[in-house]
């Protein structure tokens, strides 16, 4: 992954809304939700929803689907992993190490 879409990603998660938001999507999981239940779930009024939506996905954190007549937002999961492992890369002085899920210090 090149720093400039981890730029872009943390740029979009840097405001208190969008992060909300995809947590909001991380929880749901692969079901997604509606524009309009993370609307009721979050307090955002929909004009507002949807220019965060917008910069999440234009960041490749979010996927859009329609379904029907509805669009079904979704937590990319692989890209966050991605970020994710971008940020951790040298952990360790460079070498491999599996921090534990319970630690939030690097085994090493």
Known sequence: MESSSVVKALAALAQAS???????LVVAG???LTPGAVAE??????NTLSFHLKELVHAELVSQERAGRNLIYRARFERMNAVLAYLTDNC???QPCAASP???ACPC
């Open 18 to 24: 969008r992060l909300e938001i995809f947590r909001a």
């Open 30 to 32: 692969e079901a997604g």
């Open 41 to 46: 779930a979050l307090g955002l009024a929909p």
């Open 92 to 94: 360790c002085q460079g």
């Open 102 to 104: 319970t630690s939030t």
